[in-house]
């Protein structure tokens, strides 16, 4: 997940961490490669109000040189491997970031089981019936651990 | 949710936070998939446990709140689609952080209605104090009425309308997104902002730094036109869009960097 370079100006280390979706998830998911998997996606049913809603302002980038969305819900980029069609880069970048979110593969969404404080769906809003996780949030104890005196 | 400690008599649970009245309301109605209760009565800490209640675990989709009484942070942090009605008017940071709720308020709202919103709709039917759609990522936030200073301040996102004026810094650090405004625009419209368009139908007092008037283009029009119809806001008037003049910031030596997170 992280790699090393000297700067070549200072001593100190400088240690880039990647924000690339499927490093963070340990492999590559089959719709990063195969643009049938996002085809029949309705972008309208999933998003709130009469239009995308929060999906306008996802729009294909480029990440290392290849065509990549970017997933806030963990600050990563998903890179996309298949020839994208002319005219659709925007529509196909948010039916891919779209297919991530609610097959539950973004990493935050990994994160919320461990770490949520308050409950909340699993999922986020693009999946009905979602699971509620955070409802049973337990302070963390660090074993052997006690507090000094007067705390 | 019971407290798991107490000092001086107030009760925290385990994650610190104070819980004052920390008993579900005993007066929601339920009626299928629709819920209503009267936060006249009701704390903060009540109706946001109500509202969560009927929305996470009820399999509520559809939740009234009668007199909110201008109480602050309702609605904040709901992360589902939903609908909410506020039959009155919330006050401070009513509806942030939410994510996928569509939220009608009937009335006005006080400082920084919809903070933060990833996603999601909020119609205010009347207007709506500074700070309005502070920071919103996503989604629509409309405003049928007045907003005042600062509205969509550090904007990263969505689409913010005012169908009346908005005050003094309005889209000060914007970073993205979208404002109509269909009315005046006080000074410093704009300033130091990064990304984004801002439409102004009235007078702009004066513009702030860097902040330039921009070239129209088509899909300026569909985008005006497709937002008016489908929040049944009428015709369109003519408007004048601004954007970033982009001589501030150092493009060129920002642009890769601020995608990375680098630790020295």
Redesign the interface.
Known sequence: MAGSASTGESS?E????A?DAEVLAGKRFAYQEDMSLVEDIDLLAA?????I?????ITLLE?DGVPAVFD?YS?SFLKIYFDIPPGREDEIARKVLIRHLTDGNSYGITLKDIHC?????EL??WV?D?P?VGTD???PVLEGWTAPAGH | MPGSGSRSGVSYD??GLVEPHAEMPDNIEVDGHRGRFDAADLTIRQINMAL?QLI??DGITDVTVLNPSSKHSLAV?I???CRIHFEGSPGWFACGLI????VTINGRVGWSVAENM????VTIERGAGSLTGAAI????LIVKGDAGARTGIDQK???IIVTGDVGINTGFMMQ??RQIICGNAGMNLGDSMYDGSIYVAGKVRSLGVDCVPGEWDDADTELIE??FR?HGLGDPPEFQKFVCGKQLHNYDALEPSE??????
């Open positions: 100190r400088t240690r880039t961490v924000i998003t709130p109000g009469q239009d809603n929060w999906l306008e302002d990440e806030r600050n404080k308050f409950p909340q769906v986020g809003p009905e979602s509620i949030w337990k302070r | 385990a994650r969560r996470y675990n942090g992360l589902k689609r994510d996928g709720p569509e990833m996603s999601g709709v990522r996503g989604g629509d996102g969505g689409t993205r997104g497709r937002k489908i995608r990375k997170l680098v630790i020295h």
